[in-house]
């Protein structure tokens, strides 16, 4: 499916990655390890790799910085802080070595411990956001670069809606959720919005590789906005009407074994066409089980906010285009308006859905994107007042939450208050940051890995969305508390973390990454998921209770397992190890952004 070069990086990232597998499995009676971000490190970037210890080995007093090439000690530094336990460890420490910014390819050395090799380099982070784009691109419906072929062309039929059920619409288009093929609004808006605003923020990281069908070539235009514009175009199918929105099509029927999208013969009941949930605000479910929805203002204002962006990003190449997403962007916006509460997912014969519990954080997004599209203090003091109704999100602080019930996983809307410099709402904008970035702190403080974000499912996406806001908050205040916090989370990522692997597919093609993620493209086709991030380690309670859960290898990772939290990079795994459009969305702009610190675009 791709062309013999990537075909044939492909096969050398894969020999490298089963070398360094191979490297793991050798080293398994080893006590001690070093993990660090495997990607990388730019030059002037806070810079710490974590040690760890299984059994009561002396605490390291000082590391050293190894040049690969020449073997010799360029740098030595006792700036370690020292943590006690933690998941699988008995011991641990924090090795910040900051102040060492000689480009290079190194190792580190404390004790008789080596890391993996260490890279440090201005341009580290260069064309990543572009490779996360790749999963994107692999996600399409409709029409499928990635396979050439097309896939759920006739989506769908209705269900809940003011007319007749079962009456035909066009929604086809728009991304699979993850590595079943089921298709929702509130993630696909909200994952449109990161696209888009990933390009307004960094527009200089982006290139031009692809056509805005998803096929190889140049079209003038950075590949970030075509895919983009794919998810707002299936946007505008689902909110045909100034009354019509629609929430989600298919449902966990989708849950049948595994295929390719385009050979997916599951039935609901019409043939090829699959149900399309409209947006009432009352509780849905075909099944046993139903959701808990009380409104439509959750997935609207998240219509609503794609749709004002949308609209000043293509004004100046398309004003047919642009009128449209805003006359949407304020149908949305009245949508939600009429409906206050949350629009769950539907769910069917399993108990699991989309539990999203808040609503006024959309809708505050919603109204500051009016405000900077269309002006008007009204939109303004709306979103104003959005924002005091939810300072900070729920989860930054707590110990757990339901499956998506704070989404999403951090408030864009705050920083779009704060940017518009009206006096004292911005600061105060600018504090519910702070605030959020405190509350996880006070944990995150206490354990060497500065982990403060809770083990729940898809905590990869909370970890990247809480980075975003670690990075706007210092963006809007110049306040850099926090740098080193917001560092870890990204280099949590990338492999500091207890298993020393990252968790994005292919990225960096020389280290640990996962190699069997819960999809039918890797697991029945060997396809390569590139830059897909995937869901992430859990707490070991939740992956206990988690129905249909069987590891079809050997875990490789079984040393590091522990009561506390697992990661599976495993097929049977789909709690900690599938592949997330929205989270890779939610990738991609904390990619673009790391990237513009060094290359100023």
Not at 216 to 232: P, V, Y
Not at 322 to 330: D, F, H, V
Not at 352 to 370: G, K, Q, R
């Amino acid at each position: 499916m791709r062309t013999n070069v990537i075909k044939f990086c492909a096969v050398y990232a894969g020999l490298l990655l089963l070398s360094f597998r191979a490297d793991i499995k050798s080293t398994e009676t080893r006590a001690a390890w070093l993990r660090i971000n495997l990607l990388g490190y730019q030059p002037q970037a806070i810079k710490v790799a974590v040690w760890v210890s299984q059994d009561e080995t002396e605490l390291p007093q000082k590391f050293e910085i190894i040049e690969k090439e020449s073997g010799k000690v360029v740098y030595t530094s006792g700036n370690i802080k020292l943590f006690g336990a933690y998941g699988p460890f008995k011991r641990s420490a924090r090795l910040n070595f900051s102040d060492f910014t000689l480009p290079g390819r190194y190792f580190i050395k404390a004790g008789s411990v080596q890391s993996p090799e260490l890279i440090i380099d201005k341009h580290v982070y260069n064309h990543t956001a572009d490779f996360a784009l790749r999963y994107m691109r692999q996600q399409r419906s409709g029409y499928n670069p990635y396979l050439k072929d097309s896939c759920h062309t006739r989506d769908g039929y209705t269900m809940y809606g003011p007319m007749p059920d079962s009456t035909h619409i066009d929604v086809s288009g728009g991304w699979h959720d993850a590595s079943d093929y089921l298709q929702y609004a509130t993630t696909s808006a909200n994952a449109t919005y990161h696209l888009l605003a990933a390009y307004r923020d960094f527009p200089g990281v982006f290139t031009d590789q692809y056509l805005a069908n998803g096929l190889e070539g140049k079209n003038g235009r950075a590949d970030i906005l075509d895919e983009a514009s794919w998810g707002l175009q299936w946007l505008l199918k689902m909110h045909p009407r100034k009354d019509w929105m629609f929430n989600q099509i298919a449902d966990d029927r989708d849950h049948q074994g595994l295929r390719l999208p385009t050979k997916d013969n599951v039935d609901y009941g019409k043939g090829s066409e699959r149900p399309v949930y409209f947006a009432n605000g009352k509780p849905q479910g075909l099944g046993k089980y139903k959701n808990r929805a009380t409104g439509t203002a959750s997935v609207a204002g998240k219509f609503s906010s794609a749709f004002a962006l949308g609209q000043r990003l293509f004004r100046g190449t398309d004003a047919a285009y642009a009128k449209l997403l805003g006359e949407k962007a304020r149908s949305a916006y009245a949508f939600g308006l009429k409906q206050p509460g949350v629009q769950q997912t539907a769910p069917n014969r399993a108990p699991y859905f989309y539990e999203e519990d808040n609503w006024t954080d959309d809708m505050e997004l919603a109204a500051a994107e009016l405000y900077q599209t269309f002006g008007g203090k009204k939109y303004f003091r709306q979103a104003a007042v959005y924002a005091r109704k939810e300072p900070v999100i729920p989860w930054m602080g707590a110990d757990t939450a339901r499956h998506y019930q704070w989404y999403p996983f951090h408030n864009f809307g705050h920083y779009e208050i704060a940017k518009a410099k009206q006096q004292g709402i911005s600061e105060q904008a600018t504090g519910y940051y702070r605030a959020g970035l405190e509350k996880v702190w006070d944990k995150a403080r206490n354990n060497a890995f500065y982990r403060g974000v809770p083990f729940i499912w898809c905590s990869n996406n909370l970890t990247a969305s809480f980075a975003i806001q670690g990075y706007l908050y210092g963006k809007l205040s110049g306040d850099q508390q926090f740098e080193e916090l917001v560092q870890a989370n990204f280099d949590w990522l990338f492999g500091c973390n207890p298993w020393g692997t990252s968790m994005v597919y292919g990225l960096p093609a020389w280290g640990d990454t996962p190699k069997d993620p819960h999809s039918a493209l890797t697991h029945l086709y060997q396809y390569p998921v590139d830059g897909g991030l995937v869901d992430g380690p859990v707490y070991g309670s939740i992956y206990k209770n988690l129905i249909g859960i069987k590891l079809v290898q050997p875990d490789e990772y079984a040393g590091f397992q522990s009561g506390l939290v697992v990661y599976h990079d495993d097929f049977g795994d789909y709690s900690t190890n599938e592949p997330t459009m929205d989270g890779t969305a939610s990738l991609i702009y904390l990619l673009a952004a790391f990237d513009s610190r060094t290359s100023g675009k």
